[in-house]
């Protein structure tokens, strides 16, 4: 179908609109956007400065995308908000564009859910087929891997990373890194057991998904240490690859502070 653009919609000559695109009533798009082929903004979305929407991407009301960072230091460089493609952005979300302190980038992958009223700060990097539920709160320079799932009404500190696969519960306050395939619940959230039901969602092997249960019986239950952990699995034949990647994870996070992986770029940023 052709583009269609209601008559009270106000769009800078500058942005660049694909084909197929539906902009509605009362939105406004500002000189910096682009927004790609087959892309819906139902009504009152406001994007603002250099904002790239991609194809297929369902945008509700209210949602303002690329407002200037909530950092004090930001001396207005022109930084961007990057979406990918067939996202779905629910009622008075928002997605702040980037500061200078990293770079210059706040990223939304391909195929993420974004409930009502979740904010998006500078810096973050978000991945694909992401879940996070109405109400949630990241911080700047959040990092959120493929999978995960946020429950409604978390809040998430400065520079936690979200593992792949993990799930934070509802109303969780999440200080340090949050595992891959992990259920983290509390304030401040821990781990409580692995994320069973996205496992088999996801189709992981039987083998996998017992060996990364005696993983969390080991570290999170048993406090045997990470190299412990590693060597009893070994001797059992149950390092598979997500067996890996969580240690690997967990060896990033405790070279960090804070138990935040990232934690030790904040000096540099």
């Given at each position: 179908m052709?583009?269609?653009i209601a008559a009270n919609a106000w769009i800078d000559p500058r942005a660049e609109i694909d084909e197929d695109v539906e902009i509605g009533p009362f939105c406004t798009v500002g000189a910096g956007a682009r927004i790609g082929?087959?892309?819906?903004?139902?009504?009152?979305?406001?994007?603002?400065?250099?904002?790239?929407l991609g194809r297929e991407n369902l945008i509700y009301p209210n949602v303002v995308l690329g407002a200037e960072p909530q950092d004090l230091s930001y001396q207005g460089t022109d930084t961007c908000v990057d979406i990918g493609d067939g996202n779905t952005i629910r009622e008075g979300v928002t997605i702040n564009r980037a500061s200078e302190k990293e770079d210059g980038v706040t990223r939304l992958g391909n195929h993420n859910f974004l409930m009502a009223g979740v904010h998006v700060a500078h810096d973050c990097h978000l991945g694909n087929h992401i879940v996070i539920a109405n109400g949630s709160l990241l911080a700047g320079h959040v990092h959120v891997h493929d999978y995960a799932s946020i429950s409604g009404g978390c809040a998430i500190q400065h520079f936690v990373t979200i593992g792949s696969y993990s799930f934070l519960a509802a109303?969780?306050?999440?200080?340090?890194d949050v595992p891959p395939y992990m259920l983290v619940e509390g304030v401040a959230a821990k781990p409580r057991c692995i994320n069973?039901?996205?496992l088999k969602r996801n189709n992981f092997s039987s083998k996998s998904i017992d060996c990364l249960a005696?993983?969390?019986?080991?570290l999170y239950r048993s406090k045997v240490g990470l190299a412990h952990a590693r060597e009893i699995l070994r001797s059992k034949d149950?390092?598979?690859?997500?067996?890996e990647n969580l240690f690997s994870f967990i060896e990033i996070q405790a070279a960090g502070k804070h138990g935040r992986g990232r934690e030790a770029i904040r000096k540099a940023a």
């Amino acid at each position: 179908m052709a583009t269609s653009i209601a008559a009270n919609a106000w769009i800078d000559p500058r942005a660049e609109i694909d084909e197929d695109v539906e902009i509605g009533p009362f939105c406004t798009v500002g000189a910096g956007a682009r927004i790609g082929r087959g892309s819906r903004l139902l009504n009152s979305v406001t994007l603002m400065g250099r904002v790239t929407l991609g194809r297929e991407n369902l945008i509700y009301p209210n949602v303002v995308l690329g407002a200037e960072p909530q950092d004090l230091s930001y001396q207005g460089t022109d930084t961007c908000v990057d979406i990918g493609d067939g996202n779905t952005i629910r009622e008075g979300v928002t997605i702040n564009r980037a500061s200078e302190k990293e770079d210059g980038v706040t990223r939304l992958g391909n195929h993420n859910f974004l409930m009502a009223g979740v904010h998006v700060a500078h810096d973050c990097h978000l991945g694909n087929h992401i879940v996070i539920a109405n109400g949630s709160l990241l911080a700047g320079h959040v990092h959120v891997h493929d999978y995960a799932s946020i429950s409604g009404g978390c809040a998430i500190q400065h520079f936690v990373t979200i593992g792949s696969y993990s799930f934070l519960a509802a109303l969780s306050r999440a200080l340090h890194d949050v595992p891959p395939y992990m259920l983290v619940e509390g304030v401040a959230a821990k781990p409580r057991c692995i994320n069973i039901v996205a496992l088999k969602r996801n189709n992981f092997s039987s083998k996998s998904i017992d060996c990364l249960a005696v993983v969390n019986r080991l570290l999170y239950r048993s406090k045997v240490g990470l190299a412990h952990a590693r060597e009893i699995l070994r001797s059992k034949d149950q390092i598979t690859p997500e067996v890996e990647n969580l240690f690997s994870f967990i060896e990033i996070q405790a070279a960090g502070k804070h138990g935040r992986g990232r934690e030790a770029i904040r000096k540099a940023a």
